[in-house]
């Protein structure tokens, strides 16, 4: 697989391309990549033969060097892309694969060696196989939490409660959740942009 098409993922998902001081031109060098957005870093480096893929500690010694430099916020969602553009099967290979990926030591790793592979980021939504996922997921998910009838199947709504504004609150909060980055939040501030969401203050019923 080539490092081209993992950086049109990155650009698709609109991940820009970040340009570090590379005072002693070890990113240069060694070929590393910078991409990144508000909420991660994603270093990426494209491997063509498996001796030098083998050495690839030596890239994430150069990543490192820069990880006092992120905000604590980057610092837990920066990643290592390596993309390998040469054919192997050895078992060799896939144990040191399966050991660098679980491997998240200084930042978190992912291998590609296929386009399948992208499907494996649980960011991405560009490829063909997570965007079908992905839409399926969400789709059913909404369908299901948004049906009054179906949560309250159990249990009467309460007949004093608007159910059209119930409906709007349920359906605002889970179009929130997809799209904020409630991993990496604070509770304070979690509770303070659901009250924003909901246009609702400390004394709301609902």
């Not at 997921?137 to 009467?156: M, Q, S, V």
């Not at 409630?182 to 009250?195: A, P, R, V």
Request: proline share 1%; aromatic share 14%.
């Amino acid at each position: 697989m080539k490092i081209e098409k993992v950086i049109k993922v990155l650009l698709d998902e609109n991940y820009e391309n970040i340009i570090l001081n590379d005072k002693h031109a070890e990113l240069y060098e060694n070929n590393l990549h910078i991409f990144g957005d508000k909420a991660r870093v994603i270093f990426i480096k494209e491997f063509r033969t498996e001796s030098s893929f083998y050495k690839w500690t030596n890239d994430q010694a150069i990543i490192a060097s820069y990880y006092n430099s992120l905000t604590a916020r980057l610092k837990k969602n920066l990643y290592f892309f390596m993309v390998l553009n040469f054919n192997s099967n050895n078992e060799e290979l896939l144990l040191e694969i399966n050991k660098i990926e679980k491997d998240s030591y200084v930042c978190k790793k992912y291998i590609f060696r296929n386009v399948d592979d992208l499907t494996k980021i649980p960011f991405f939504m560009s490829t063909d196989q997570n965007q079908q996922v992905g839409f399926d997921y969400i789709r059913t998910f909404k369908d299901t939490i948004t049906n009054l009838d179906r949560l309250h199947n159990d249990e009467p709504l309460n007949e004093q409660i608007d159910r059209q504004k119930y409906q709007e609150f349920i359906e605002k909060l889970v179009d929130f959740y997809f799209k904020k980055d409630i991993e990496n939040s604070s509770e304070e501030e979690l509770e303070i942009e659901i009250k924003n969401v909901l246009e609702i203050g400390e004394s709301n019923d609902y």
